[in-house]
C-alpha cells in the first residue's frame, strides 16, 4: 500500500512539474539554465523584480559562498534540496549539506531585499549536491523561492523585540508568497560525472 501511493505521489508530482512555463508573482519571475559541461552539471538561477515594490526572498533558500579549505577553492552550495529534479519516475537524491540558521526565521536578516528592476544571480554545481544515476537520462528540473513583501514587515504581524532585532509572527499574514522557474528539460550522461568531493579526494590522495 506504502509503495502503490508513493507512485502515485511521484505521478502527481511529476505532472505538476512538467505542467507550468515560468510563472511571474507579484511581478516576479526565476529564470532556470541547467548545462552539462563534461563532468560538471551547472545550474544558473536569475531571480527578476519586474514588479513596481521591493520583495524579499529567503536567504537560507539563496546558494552561500565558501572556501574549500583542503584545495583553496571557492564555490557555492546549498543550504538543503531546493532543486526537484525528475527523471520519469526517479526523483534524483540530494546528497549536499544542510544549514541550521538558528534564531527565528522571521527575522528581517533572513530575508535579501530585491528592488524593482534588479536581479539576483546564482550558480551551482549540481552533482556535488545531488546524485544522479548512471547512464543518459532525460531530466526535467526545476526550483522555487519564498518571497515577502513590505507588508509583510509591518501589516497583521506582532513585532517582539529582543536583542535590538525585530521579530514577527507571521500567523494570518497573506504577504507571502512562492515562485516557481521554469521546469528546464535536459539530457544528461550520469558515466562521466564527477562530483567536487571526488576532485579533493585525488587531490589529498597524491
Known sequence: MRIHLFIIAIFFYTQNILAGETITSNGVKVELLVIQQNEIIIAKTEIVNDGKSDVYVYKPQLPILKKD????????ELCGSMFKIISNDIIVKYVGDR???G????DSSYWS?????????????????????A???????????DFVNDAWFTKKVKEEH???KTYLNREGNSNEFTVSS????IEIDGDILKSRYEYIDRLLRK
Do not use: Q, W
Open 135 to 145: 547512464g543518459r537520462r532525460n531530466y526535467v528540473i526545476g526550483i522555487r523561492y
Open 162 to 164: 529582543k536583542e535590538g
Open 69 to 76: 579549505k583542503n584545495s583553496a577553492d571557492v564555490y557555492y
Open 103 to 106: 534564531g527565528n526565521d522571521n
Open 99 to 101: 544549514c541550521h540558521y
Open 113 to 133: 531585499k530585491i528592488r524593482p528592476g534588479e536581479k539576483l544571480t546564482s550558480s551551482v554545481n549540481l552533482n556535488d549536491m545531488y546524485s544522479f544515476p
Open 182 to 185: 521554469n521546469h528546464y528539460k
